[in-house]
């Protein structure tokens, strides 16, 4: 397959190589399929190496074009990374908008894309990668060596169990089951579903019953339960649309009652 072509040679290994030897493309469908390959590595790279939780999720998008983004858990309509094979070598276009090298490898593109992201981000998508998921970024890397891209869905998909493998170089389509955790479009978790909030969703409509409360601010100070609340706060109102703060604000309040009260309990 591809006899004759000049290909880009990689330096090391195909999951941590830094710069690749990158020729020239003899043909569009070449150039693009190596630019698409290097932002589906990257991902991987993250997976491998700190960011065991983050997802990756390639799909065709209504344009014809493959795109692919990074998301924390559960936050898939809020990618904290887009790449779209239109953009060809420009990989951080729909991102920060700087530029990386043509021949840039996964490693120091996942570097590159990291820069920009919030640590908060970071943080939910940081942890171990499971066994599981370590044996889904080996196949992946297999079907890559034979020119496949995989695609979690396009405007047409109904059935979500698996991935397609698609190729500008084969015809034939191959099937791919879904990252480990993976969850289809649209079916994003909540915020009030969290197992952070739901308590305190609860807490809502017992502070009706008690509209006016007062606050030592004093016993908040160095306190981590409460700077944990207000870091899932800003992390909340990042990810959702304004319609949705006036809930965020009460139910942080509900929160910062809650955890009053307990803390006045616990020091009686």
Not at 22 to 33: H, Q, S, V, W
Not at 42 to 53: C, D
Not at 153 to 171: A, G, I, K, R
């Amino acid at each position: 397959m591809n006899s004759g072509r000049k290909q880009p040679v990689a330096q090391e290994n195909t999951i941590i190589e830094d710069v690749f030897e990158l020729n020239e493309p003899e043909t569009a469908k070449d150039g693009i399929f190596w630019a698409c390959r290097t932002a589906l590595l990257a991902g991987a790279y993250l997976v491998r190496n700190g960011y065991g939780k983050m997802m990756i999720f390639p799909y065709i998008s209504g344009m014809g074009t493959w795109r692919c983004e990074f998301h924390s858990p559960g936050r898939q309509s809020n990618a904290f990374y887009r790449y779209t094979s239109a953009s060809y070598f420009h990989y951080l276009a729909d991102h920060c908008g700087g530029s990386v090298r043509r021949n840039i490898g996964p490693k120091k593109l996942a570097e590159a894309i990291m820069v920009s992201v919030p640590s908060w981000e970071k943080e939910q998508c940081a942890g171990e990668a499971s066994a599981e998921s370590l044996r889904w970024l080996e196949m992946v890397s297999r079907y890559l060596d034979s020119y496949y891209i995989p695609s979690a869905c396009n405007e047409y998909t109904e059935d979500y169990s698996h991935w397609e493998l698609v190729s500008l170089h084969n015809t034939q389509k191959l099937l791919l089951p879904p990252q480990p955790g993976y969850s289809k479009p649209g079916s994003d978790r909540h915020w009030s579903d969290e197992p952070f909030w739901r308590k305190y969703v609860e807490h809502c409509e017992t502070m009706r019953q008690e509209p006016i409360f007062a606050i030592n601010w004093e016993m908040c100070e160095d306190n981590p339960e409460f700077d944990q609340l207000a870091k899932m706060a800003a992390s909340t109102l990042r990810n959702v649309g304004e319609s949705e703060a006036p809930h965020i604000l009460r139910t942080t309040i509900a929160a910062l009652h809650h955890m009053f009260e307990r803390a006045l309990n616990e020091g009686q």
